[in-house]
Structure formats: C-alpha cells, structure tokens
T-cell receptor, first 113, second 112 residues
Framework: EAQVTQNPRYLITVTGKKLTVTCSQNMNHEYMSWYRQDPGLGLRQIYYSMNVEVTDKGDVPEGYKVSRKEKRNFPLILESPSPNQTSLYFC????????????FGSGTRLTVV | KNQVEQSPQSLIILEGKNCTLQ??????????LRWYKQDTGRGPVSLTIMTFSENTKSNGRYTATLDADTKQSSLHITASQLSDSASYICVVSGEYSDKIIFGKGTRLHILP
C-alpha cells in the first residue's frame, strides 16, 4: 500500500531533550516536506526537500533540522525542544515537486513540557 | 503576497443537507488548486485537484468548482453524512514555485 509512515504517533518529552520524528514513504517520491498544524493557524511548512541531499527552509524552520540521505526517509530533528514546539506534525510527499498531489502521513502529536 | 482565504471558518448543518465551502486565492501565476479533507488528528486526504482549464470536478458527493478569472473555488457537498464532519482545506500551487499555499480550513460539523 502506498503510504507515508510517521513515527511516533504520540510523543511527550521535556524541554531540551533532543528528539527525532521519522518519516518514510514507499512511493519513490522526490519531494518531501514537514508541516506543523496549530489551532487557528492551519498547516505551516517547516522544511522541504526536492530530492536526496537537497533541503530548504519553509515558513517556520527555527528550532528544527532535517536531513535527506535517502530518497524514502526524511526525519525531523528537534535538537532542543521547547514548549512552543508543542504541535501536531505532518510529513508529506509528492512526485514532481509540490505542485502535485500530496500524500500525508497520519501525524505526530508532540507535547513538550 | 500569495494568500488563500477560506470561508466560513466553521459550519454546522444537519445530516442530509447540502453545503458549500468557499476558497479565494491570490496566488499568481496559478498552477492548480486542491481540496483536502482532514479528519480530527489525522493527515489530510485529497478530494479533488483542479488545473487552470477545469471548471468543475466531482468526487462522489463532493463537487469542486474553479473560476480562475475571479480566483475563487468552491466545494459543494451533497446530501451530507455524519462522516463528512471534518476540516476541509483548500491548497493552491503557483506555476513557478516549489511551495504551496494552504488555507486555514473550514471546520464542518454534521449533526444527526
């Protein structure tokens, strides 16, 4: 089944403790992206990647890192999480760039205390 | 500035009724517009995608329209069901951009 898989689904952590949210897609998509979703603000792009070893900042990249060493994986790294990073996170992938239909993961609900 | 505005912000209707959600955008040059359905706590799922030359596209009880001249789109839901309760997000892509613009969504509640 074609899908984007995120892990974990839920995560509670403490301020400053490094964490990684994994994202993997099995559709051989070139384009992958991370979003956060907060009430009243909609989906905001954190980082995106056009292909392996090519990443770029989205609208809200502060406090996040990404890497794209393999085509299928696009992990999101929070080096020193803070409470304002409490949010619902989505990974998405698409073929031929962002102008085509996205497939979204099921989401990761992160709480930083 | 490229923007996507959706209205209403939220909507409550009775099961079996029809409703129409609106999306206005300023993205230019325009490439395509998509409507997504997002169940609470889940990832958005694509309903329709429309390009510049398309005026109407249907997916079951969902019908999307696009007026590229006025930069407006609507999503019409016919004979609503309880399972239609969700957020509906309008997403617009520009022709020469590797970014897409998300609307903030319309939260639809279907009451039995």
């Amino acid at each position: 089944e074609a899908q984007v898989t995120q892990n974990p689904r839920y995560l509670i952590t403490v301020t400053g403790k490094k964490l990684t949210v994994t994202c993997s897609q099995n559709m051989n998509h070139e384009y992958m992206s991370w979003y956060r979703q907060d009430p009243g603000l909609g989906l905001r792009q954190i980082y995106y990647s056009m292909n392996v070893e090519v990443t770029d900042k989205g609208d809200v990249p502060e406090g996040y890192k990404v890497s794209r060493k393999e085509k299928r994986n696009f992990p999101l790294i929070l080096e020193s999480p803070s409470p304002n990073q409490t949010s619902l996170y989505f990974c998405a992938s698409s073929t031929q760039g962002s102008g085509y239909g996205y497939t979204f993961g099921s989401g990761t609900r992160l709480t930083v205390v | 500035k490229n923007q996507v505005e959706q209205s209403p912000q939220s909507l409550i209707i009775l099961e079996g009724k029809n409703c129409t959600l609106q999306c206005n955008y300023t993205v230019s040059p325009f490439s395509n517009l998509r409507w997504y359905k997002q169940d609470t706590g889940r990832g958005p799922v694509s309903l329709t995608i429309m390009t510049f030359s398309e005026n109407t596209k249907s997916n079951g009880r969902y019908t999307a329209t696009l007026d590229a001249d006025t930069k407006q789109s609507s999503l019409h839901i016919t004979a609503s069901q309880l399972s239609d309760s969700a957020s509906y997000i309008c997403v617009v892509s520009g022709e020469y951009s590797d970014k897409i613009i998300f609307g903030k969504g319309t939260r639809l509640h279907i009451l039995p």
